[in-house]
């Protein structure tokens, strides 16, 4: 098995696509200024955290990440950091963005994430969780079954 990692006790493969918008939707990542600096952020918090930030896209006014990150941290607790750091960050850089988005607020309030498996589809883990036991002959199986 490639792309496992390993911590304290654990061993994993966590990848996730988050989807964030920025504040109504202005087209502010379309600034080449900007999406550098939010590029840069996302590379020091991932030193930070220990995330990988495998990929980063825009269109300009929502960015797509592809990003692996240990089991410690749950998908929200993810897009907490990441937004709230990064909101913070190009505040700091490029204040007028405040003016353009009314207020204060650089990221729509809700996210999407999807987890993301490379060989592991969910069909085969469905599976693989249906077929335990079965080769040792436990008839209890059967009965651990919820659907």
């Not at 006790?9 to 900007?34: A, C, P, S």
């Not at 896209?57 to 960015?63: E, F, K, Q």
Request: net charge positive.
């Amino acid at each position: 098995m490639k792309n496992l990692l390993k911590a304290c006790h654990t061993t994993y493969e966590l990848k996730y696509h988050f989807v964030w918008i920025v504040k109504y939707r202005k087209d502010i990542l379309l600034d080449q200024h900007i999406e550098k600096k939010l590029r840069e952020t996302f590379e020091e918090i991932g030193k930070r955290y220990w995330f990988e930030i495998i990929e980063l896209g825009t269109d300009g006014n929502h960015l797509h990440a592809f990003i692996q990150a240990a089991p410690r941290y749950a998908p929200a607790i993810i897009a907490q950091i990441i937004k709230s750091i990064s909101a913070k960050e190009l505040f700091l850089a490029f204040p007028h963005i405040k003016d353009e988005l009314w207020g204060g607020e650089f990221w729509g309030d809700g996210y999407f994430v999807r987890s993301v498996g490379t060989e592991t589809t969910a069909e085969s883990v469905r599976l693989y969780v249906q077929q335990q036991g079965l080769a040792t002959g436990h008839k209890y199986v059967k009965q651990m079954k919820l659907f």
